[in-house]
């Protein structure tokens, strides 16, 4: 079994910056991908930013320029470092990773429990 714990979110006003860590732990053989979503209430879940193993990067359009994805393969750890937050940053961010399990098998999806990111103006 594969577990993600996301962590890092909080209350920051405008202008501010903010660093959200996720760490993978479990019987892991190898982790593909990781990336971080977003989702508000009653709106689907969106990709923020992604990293795969190789350190190819993928970003929302949106944050392009102010969120950096990074990741640390020797800790199973992804990060995502947030500048010049927004009131509309505010969402609860969803830690997510590709997966495959060790002892082989097939990968999967996995994902954090979430960590709310709220911006005051």
């Known amino acids: 079994q594969v577990q993600l714990?996301?962590?890092g979110g909080?209350?920051?006003q405008a202008g501010g910056?903010?660093?959200l860590s996720?760490?993978?732990?479990?019987i892991i053989g190898s982790i593909i991908a990781m990336?971080?979503?977003r989702q508000a209430p009653g709106k689907q879940r969106e990709l923020v930013a992604a990293i795969t193993s190789v350190g190819s990067t993928n970003y929302a359009d949106s944050v392009k320029g102010r969120y950096t994805i990074s990741r640390d393969n020797a800790?199973?750890?992804?990060?995502?470092?947030?500048?010049?937050?927004k009131p509309d940053d505010t969402d609860v961010y969803y830690c997510h990773a590709v997966?495959?399990?060790?002892?082989g098998?097939?990968?999967g999806d996995y994902w954090g429990q979430g960590t709310q990111v709220t911006v005051s103006s």
């Open 75 to 85: 800790k199973n750890t992804v990060y995502l470092q947030i500048r010049s937050l």
């Open 10 to 12: 909080g209350l920051v």
């Open 35 to 37: 990336g971080w979503y």
């Open 5 to 7: 714990l996301d962590s």
């Open 99 to 103: 997966v495959t399990p060790g002892g």
């Open 105 to 107: 098998g097939s990968w």
């Open 17 to 19: 910056s903010l660093s």
């Open 22 to 26: 996720c760490a993978a732990s479990g």
